[in-house]
């Protein structure tokens, strides 16, 4: 006997946790959340999209939002309905940080809670969030986590948590050959995880992704035209 698909409504699809691997439910109720643009899919009820740097939303922006960098590619979303979040059909879950201190590629991260607060990171292309809530995020393939002290690739890496900012590390064999200072010189070639790495040491956790391909960068879309939306002509 064949089965069809599963057909979700306001009523069935879950509260704050995933549909499937790809695709994460948030419940607003009455409740505010930060949103990466682009990445919300669909959404049941009465929801609103306001850009960072909106008038009415300047207080919660003063108090959880601290990245003038990234600015431009989150909004917030407000109002009571049911929100569904994926990115490009890469692995999406949702993380809780208890009093934590999380840093993590900028493009990974998907939403937060606004009882995290997000600050840029001094790594470039890391932000940070602190304090306590949830927050989802997506990988090109699952997350494992890792203990330091490790040395991992560049590429691999998701965020750290709890730990010390990393440092680079190089193969100074592969530094001195020929063809390692062909690509210093020219930067032709790139380097690869074997050559060159994130060292962490200290106490912590390290999130990496089950891949070495990051995620492309593109367009993360837009809001409608309104006062407020950064970009947007006056």
């Not at 590429?155 to 440092?167: I, N, R």
């Not at 530094?175 to 020219?186: A, E, I, Q």
Request: with cysteine; net charge negative; proline share 6%.
């Amino acid at each position: 006997m064949t089965h069809g698909p599963v057909i979700y409504d306001p009523t069935t699809l879950p509260v704050d946790d995933n549909v499937n691997a790809y695709t994460f439910c948030v419940d607003l109720d009455g409740s505010q959340w930060f949103l990466q643009k682009g990445k919300m899919i669909a959404f049941y009820g009465a929801i609103e999209f306001n850009g960072i740097g909106h008038g009415p939303l300047d207080n919660l922006v003063r108090s959880s939002f601290h990245s003038p960098l990234h600015a431009s590619d989150w909004v917030v979303a407000q109002g009571k309905g049911k929100m569904l979040l994926a990115d490009r059909a890469f692995d999406v879950n949702s993380f809780d940080l208890d009093e934590g201190n999380l840093t993590i590629r900028s493009g990974n991260l998907l939403a937060f809670q606004p009882s995290l607060r997000l600050k840029q990171s001094i790594v470039p292309g890391f932000v940070t969030l602190i304090g306590t809530g949830k927050f989802v995020a997506a990988s090109n393939g699952e997350v494992v986590f890792m203990e330091p002290p490790i040395r991992v690739d560049p590429q691999a890496l998701v965020g750290w948590a709890d730990c010390p900012s990393p440092c680079h590390h190089y193969d100074h064999g592969y530094l001195r050959g020929f063809l390692g200072g062909v690509r210093g010189l020219t930067g032709l070639g790139g380097t690869s995880g074997e050559e060159h790495q994130f060292e962490f040491v200290g106490a912590g956790t390290v999130l990496l992704q089950s891949s070495e391909a990051l995620l492309d960068e593109r367009a993360t879309g837009a809001v409608p035209r309104q006062d407020g939306v950064p970009g947007q002509a006056r």
